[in-house]
């Protein structure tokens, strides 16, 4: 085992449980986006991708915590920060207003 692994595995050790739970996701969602870049960008491949990731996540019952799914993903929702229209064109690499407004 690498000093890098060693390194891993003592900080999560050091999480409670559900973050190491959340931490498990992520490394499963990176491992995904490994075998995306694998497989390559055409359309057939993507659709089995990601018939594959879903089929593995209904499997696994990633979200079987969570008793009242409207709720929480309420609660998701407000944590983040939500950008005007113009900020969000701006983050898609659009340099171009999203309101309706003749200039």
Same mark, same amino acid.
């Given at each position: 085992?690498n000093?890098?692994?060693? &390194?891993?595995?003592?900080?999560?050790?050091?999480?409670?449980?559900?973050? @190491?739970?959340?931490?498990?996701?992520?490394? @499963?969602?990176?491992?995904?986006?490994?075998e995306?870049?694998?497989?390559?960008?055409?359309?057939?491949? &993507?659709?089995q991708?990601?018939?594959d990731?879903?089929?593995?996540?209904? @499997?696994?019952?990633?979200?079987?915590?969570?008793?009242?799914?409207?709720?929480?993903q309420?609660?998701?929702?407000e944590?983040?920060? &939500?950008?005007?229209?113009?900020?969000?064109?701006?983050?898609?690499? &659009?340099?171009y207003?999203?309101?309706?407004?003749?200039?």
């Amino acid at each position: 085992m690498n000093i890098l692994t060693k &390194r891993i595995l003592h900080d999560l050790e050091q999480l409670p449980e559900t973050m @190491q739970s959340e931490t498990l996701d992520f490394v @499963q969602f990176l491992k995904t986006k490994l075998e995306k870049n694998k497989i390559g960008d055409s359309g057939e491949n &993507r659709n089995q991708l990601l018939a594959d990731v879903l089929d593995e996540a209904s @499997q696994s019952k990633l979200f079987k915590d969570i008793e009242d799914p409207a709720a929480w993903q309420t609660e998701i929702r407000e944590d983040r920060h &939500r950008p005007t229209p113009n900020q969000e064109n701006v983050f898609r690499g &659009r340099n171009y207003r999203c309101n309706s407004v003749n200039p």
